[in-house]
């Protein structure tokens, strides 16, 4: 039905800059909420931020004023911006999405996962 597809991870050094970016495809009526999650080693995941579909944003605190999420409604996509990058963010990032394909009730749907390693 629905597939989310994220690019733009690797590994960068403290103080870095990353640009991640996801795709949704398929059968798509419309799509509310997205965001972006993160599971670090040994941690649970997390909610870093989140965008409605009208642009209303919030972000998790440890990444306020460098972390910036963003969407595109005409292309079905959704990136994050990561600025002055620390060791404490090296993660698996994931996109998320709230999505009603076409036919079917609105449901969450979830990408597969880009790493995300920040080391010197």
């Known amino acids: 039905q629905v597939q989310l597809v994220e690019s733009g991870g690797g590994l960068v050094q403290p103080g870095g800059s990353l640009r991640l970016s996801c795709s949704a495809s398929?059968?798509?009526?419309?799509?509310?909420?997205m965001a972006w999650y993160r599971r670090a080693p040994g941690k649970q995941r997390e909610l870093v931020a989140r965008?409605?579909?009208?642009?209303?944003?919030n972000y998790v605190d440890s990444v306020k004023g460098r972390f910036t999420i963003s969407r595109d409604n005409a292309k079905n996509t959704v990136a994050l911006q990561m600025n002055s990058l620390k060791p404490e963010d090296t993660a698996v990032y994931y996109c998320?999405?709230?999505?009603?394909?076409?036919?079917?009730?609105?449901?969450?749907?979830w990408g597969q996962g880009t790493q995300v390693t920040v080391s010197s």
């Open positions: 998320n999405a709230d999505v009603r394909a076409t036919g079917w009730a609105l449901r969450e749907y």
């Open positions: 398929g059968s798509i009526f419309s799509i509310g909420a």
């Open positions: 965008i409605t579909s009208s642009g209303s944003t």
